[in-house]
């Protein structure tokens, strides 16, 4: 494996890896980004199926062990383990991956994991324990309404994001950076007020990226700008190094270089670094990394 030839510090270019984000990530330095916006895949297509509580609080084979911040965290994971195989599959994938990123992020760093319903309930549980629950500071709720309309439950037209800090006394956050929203009964403020906006709440009401709008780059899950704007803006200041590791279309480099943030965007699809390379080529080097 290759090391790259990137340290934070310098003014080196945007980066778009084409790599398994597994490999790559552990060759980042420390601390190294004020914000990490991941929206990993979904786990689709569950399968319940319970096991002996014996043989989950064995899973790993060594028993408990003790996570960052001498949290113990395979307790919570073995209860996951017997209620749900493949979540165990999930679990196995995210957890790694979302312990680099609470290494990769700087004290005043922020993480946004971007989940659907199925899974943010656990996922909660996960950042808990990798980070210490003082540090979760919100679940944003993305509302959308597109699509066909289930007839036997109320229709799911969200996506949660939750958001947790490095470290609740540090961490970056500046709403005036914020893109403000219209009020909801504008003859019940003020002029000035009505002018000027609300700030979001932590209900984000944005459409989907239009399959007809000049956002859209035919990559299948590309999320908006629009949502990626605003955790940016809030969450880093210019000249801030920004990352995504599940980066698909690159939305997030699109928005981090609007926005004068620096930025590496990681997908190991190369239909994905396809897109990224016309999207963001003007803005970031392109690099593969090479594994032995
Ligand atoms: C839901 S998409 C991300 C979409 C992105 N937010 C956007 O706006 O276009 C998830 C991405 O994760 C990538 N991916 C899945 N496993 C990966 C891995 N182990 N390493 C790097 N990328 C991975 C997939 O190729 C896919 O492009």
Redesign the pocket.
Known sequence: MTTMPWQPEEAGPNLVVH????TFLPTLPDGSFTMIYV???FNTGRVQSRQQTTMVHNADGDGDRTGFGGRSYDTIKGALHSYDDAFTDYWSFLEPRLLQAWRLLAEDGTLYL?LDYREVHYAKVMLDSIFGRECFLNEIIWAYDYGARAKNRWPTKHDNILVYVKNPKKYHFDNAEVDREPYMAPGLVTAEKRERGKLPTDVWWHTIVSPTGKEKTG?P???PEGLLRRAVSASSREGDWVL?????????GAVAAKLGRRFIC????SQ?IQVMTSRLGHVATVVALETA
């Not at 990681?266 to 699809?269: A, E, I, S």
Request: negative net charge; glycine residues 8%; charged residues 20%.
């Open positions: 790599a398994d984000n597994s929206d990993p895949p971007h990559y899950t590309q999320k995504d590791f599940f980066a698909g279309s690159g939305t997030l990681v997908d190991q699809n994905a």
